[in-house]
T-cell receptor, first 117, second 113 residues
Framework: DVKVTQSSRYLVKRTGEKVFLECVQDMDHENMFWYRQDPGLGLRLIYF???????EKGDIPEGYSVSREKKERFSLILESASTNQTSMYLCASSLLGGSDPNTGELFFGEGSRLTVL | QKEVEQDPGPLSVPEGAIVSLNCTYSNSAFQYFMWYRQYSRKGPELLMY????GNKEDGRFTAQVDKSSKYISLFIRDSQPSDSATYLC?????????????FGRGTQLTVWP
């Protein structure tokens, strides 16, 4: 089974703190993604990466950065956390082209619920 | 206008009911259509996917795609309390190799005994 592991399920941080969210996948997937999920807004793509040291902005990259130094690990960084970044953060991975060509099936972690006070 | 529209509900039905969940979309380039299921405090998991138009059946679940109307549906027959979850539709363009999906907002479903 594909396993995507997010290091922290629940975090509470203060405004202005630097926050690291870590994600590791064990299936040698090329693609990795960070989404945030908010009630009424659904899943929104923050950043994604299709290779080591490569990154692409998603739909809402402002206030975030990412790092992918190893194929299996994709980190999301909040340089200076703000209250509007309180959310559920979901990491996902997929094979290049997906398990069925071009379906892009995503495998998700269980999420990291971040509260910024 | 979002590329993918989905009524967030919530939807509450009795056990055994037939459930219909729907999404509309605006991008005619979408070719792959998926439904993800997300249980409370868990990440989404792929439930079904369909390529282009047509129907696909898997047990109590049927996915339908009508590309002419830009409309997709998920039907759940004989619904069970264990089906209580949020259902998200997702779509991707033909030829996309990056796994970039476009999600609906999700519909929260509760099936009561």
């Amino acid at each position: 089974d594909v396993k995507v592991t997010q290091s922290s399920r629940y975090l509470v941080k203060r405004t202005g703190e630097k926050v690291f969210l870590e994600c590791v996948q064990d299936m040698d997937h090329e693609n990795m993604f960070w989404y945030r999920q908010d009630p009424g807004l659904g899943l929104r793509l923050i950043y994604f990466s299709y290779d080591v040291k490569m990154k692409e902005k998603g739909d809402i990259p402002e206030g975030y950065s990412v790092s992918r130094e190893k194929k299996e690990r994709f980190s999301l960084i909040l340089e200076s956390a703000s209250t509007n970044q309180t959310s559920m953060y979901l990491c996902a991975s997929s094979l290049l082209g997906g398990s069925d060509p071009n379906t892009g099936e995503l495998f998700f972690g269980e999420g990291s619920r971040l509260t910024v006070l | 206008q979002k590329e993918v529209e989905q009524d967030p509900g919530p939807l509450s039905v009795p056990e055994g009911a037939i459930v219909s969940l729907n999404c509309t979309y605006s991008n005619s380039a979408f070719q792959y259509f998926m439904w993800y299921r997300q249980y409370s405090r868990k990440g989404p998991e792929l439930l079904m996917y369909t390529y282009s138009s047509g129907n696909k059946e898997d047990g109590r679940f049927t996915a339908q795609v009508d590309k002419s109307s830009k409309y997709i549906s998920l039907f759940i027959r004989d619904s069970q309390p264990s089906d209580s979850a949020t259902y998200l539709c997702a779509m991707s363009e033909r030829g996309s190799t990056l796994g970039r999906l476009y999600f609906g907002r999700g519909t929260q479903l509760t099936v009561w005994p």
